[in-house]
């Protein structure tokens, strides 16, 4: 998995404009869970990459930035959590254990 960075508020302005050319997937993980532990290593070991741009937030880090994220694409914060950004919306969301590269994948419209 080649993880960006998410680390400032410019980053989800990138991440809006570049959902309306290629998926964006933001994985929020929290350093201080198991089960976001998990769910990253299910997802390091995904192609997920293949078909998305898949950005990293420590939300212990940068929380403003993941209160910022549940504010733009219109989700709940959980953690960990991945949200899945097409032509600049929340296409798909999903949270602890429920997190699976397969779902995401289904999940990527093929209109983008």
């Given at each position: 998995?080649?993880?960006i960075e998410l680390t400032?508020?410019?980053d989800l302005d990138t991440i809006m404009e570049a959902s309306h050319?290629?998926?964006q997937l933001i994985f929020k993980h929290s350093t201080r869970c198991s089960i976001s532990s998990i769910a990253k290593s299910r997802m390091d070991k995904s192609n997920v990459d293949?078909?998305?741009d898949c950005y990293y937030l420590d939300l212990i880090?940068?929380?403003n930035i993941s209160n910022l994220i549940a504010e733009k694409f219109q989700v709940h914060h959980?953690?960990?959590q991945v949200i899945?950004?097409?032509n600049g919306e929340s296409t798909y969301d999903e949270s602890h254990?429920?997190?699976r590269p397969d779902d995401i994948l289904e999940n990527v419209s093929t209109k983008n």
């Open positions: 998995m080649n993880w400032t508020e410019k050319s290629k998926p293949d078909t998305c880090a940068h929380r959980e953690s960990p899945l950004i097409q254990n429920s997190i």
